[in-house]
C-alpha cells in the first residue's frame, strides 16, 4: 500500500497525466481511490447542472406578476364622493385568484392607466383619502383590450373633512 502511494506521489510530482490515488481509511480496511481528470470534469459538470436546475426551479415558482409582458390595458379615473376626480388616489389590482396584488396611483388628474397586462380576469379598488371604492370584479381582459373603468370612492367610517370643504365651497 506504501508503494502504492508513493508511485502516486512520484507521478503527480513528475506531471504525468496518471490518476491521483487517495487513501481512504473505514474501520478496518484502507482502499485507493481512483480521481482522474476525467471523473473531476463530470463531477464539475453535475455540480453546475445540479444549480443551473435549482435555478430554474427557484424562478419557475415565483408567482407570475400580472404586469407580464402582455399586451392588454386598464385605464380610468377616480372620483370622490363629490363627483370631482381624486388626485394621487391608490389603485389595488390583482388576479381575480387573488394571486399578484399591484398597486399604482392616479395622476393629478385622477386618471391612471395599467399597460402590459397579460390576458386574464382581475379585480380592482381604489382609495383616496381615507375612502374607498366597492371592488370592481371579474374585469375580463383580452390579449391586446383596452377597457376603461370609472371607480367611485363611496365607503368610509366617516367622510373626511377635505370632501366637506370641497361641497362647503359649491
Keep these: ?19 491521483r490515488v487517495a487513501l481512504r481509511l473505514t474501520l478496518s480496511t484502507v482502499y485507493p481511490v481512483v480521481d482522474t481528470p476525467k471523473v473531476e470534469k ?13 435555478t430554474l426551479v427557484a424562478v419557475g415558482s ?13 385605464s380610468g379615473v377616480v372620483l370622490g364622493p363629490d363627483d370631482k376626480p381624486v388626485a394621487h388616489a391608490s ?14 396611483h392616479t395622476d393629478a388628474h385622477g386618471h391612471f392607466t395599467i ?13 383616496g383619502k381615507g375612502v374607498f371604492s366597492e371592488w370592481q370584479k371579474n374585469v375580463n381582459l383580452k390579449s391586446g383590450a383596452r377597457k376603461e373603468l370609472t371607480l367611485r370612492l363611496i365607503y ?14 359649491q
Design 115 to 127: 399597460s402590459k397586462l397579460k390576458a386574464d380576469i382581475y379585480d380592482l379598488r381604489a382609495s
Design 1 to 19: 500500500m506504501i508503494h502504492l502511494a508513493a508511485h502516486a506521489l512520484h507521478l503527480r510530482l513528475k506531471g504525468t497525466e496518471q490518476p
Design 156 to 169: 368610509a367610517k366617516q367622510i373626511p373633512k377635505a370632501y366637506v370643504k370641497s361641497n362647503a365651497k
Design 62 to 74: 415565483v408567482s407570475a406578476a400580472p404586469q407580464s409582458n402582455g399586451s392588454a390595458t386598464l
Design 91 to 104: 389603485v389595488s389590482y390583482q388576479l381575480s385568484s387573488g394571486s399578484a396584488p399591484h398597486v399604482v
Design 42 to 54: 463530470m463531477r464539475r459538470t453535475l455540480v453546475f447542472i445540479s444549480i443551473f436546475l435549482l
